[in-house]
């Protein structure tokens, strides 16, 4: 399992240096270009989602890209696609490490007990952090499926959103700068994560107080 999981990493590697090397307008050129015919169009952008987590891109491009050919009906599809872009890192995680094996992992474990599964993947999405990287956390916290795609779906809504606006005008698509957003948006939905989690987290803070009290 540890060399399987070892040769994953190292492939995973060099597909992201290749995609560093190439740029990320270099991969949204294929989607520009089959943006007129809608089939076309929507085969490019399942393929933009199946290659997103080798590549180590922003899941937030692919509701640009939907917003960018579809206009504002490409909400559904983005939530769906990102929502589904988030399996493989999950996947891997969720194989290749014991969650017994690290007191982080036994924390995220405990705060998933308590906040609920659902409640706590949601609000990780709502944080301004890696997609990626609350996906691999779920997977090492072994979060089961249905409230992973569920709660992925619920917590990434808004960046799809907010993605879909971007797309919506092509030219800033083009245009080869960063994404930006409204930092009272940024705001407003960390606000959100963190009403969602104080109580549960609070909640622990006091079991494990009360644990090493005890145990002195």
Known sequence: MKRRLAAGLAVLAGIVAIAWLAGPRTLVAPVERVVDEPALFAVALCGLAVVRPALAL?????????????????????????????????????????????????????????????????????????????????????????????GTAIGETPWVIAGVAVGVSADRLLAGGGVTFDPVLLLGMASVAILLLAGPCYRLYLDESDLGASSA
């Open 58 to 150: 922003p899941t937030t491009l692919i509701a640009v890209a939907a917003g960018y050919g579809y206009g504002w009906a490409g909400v559904p599809a983005g939530i769906v696609l990102v929502t589904a872009t988030a399996l493989p890192p999950y996947a891997l995680a969720r194989a290749g490490w014991d969650p017994s094996g690290s007191r982080f992992s036994r924390v995220g474990v405990r705060l998933v007990a308590a906040a609920g599964a659902t409640r706590t993947i949601a609000a990780s999405r709502l944080l301004p952090v890696p997609s990626d990287a609350v996906s691999i956390v779920a997977g090492v916290t072994r979060v089961d499926v249905r409230p992973f795609l569920l």
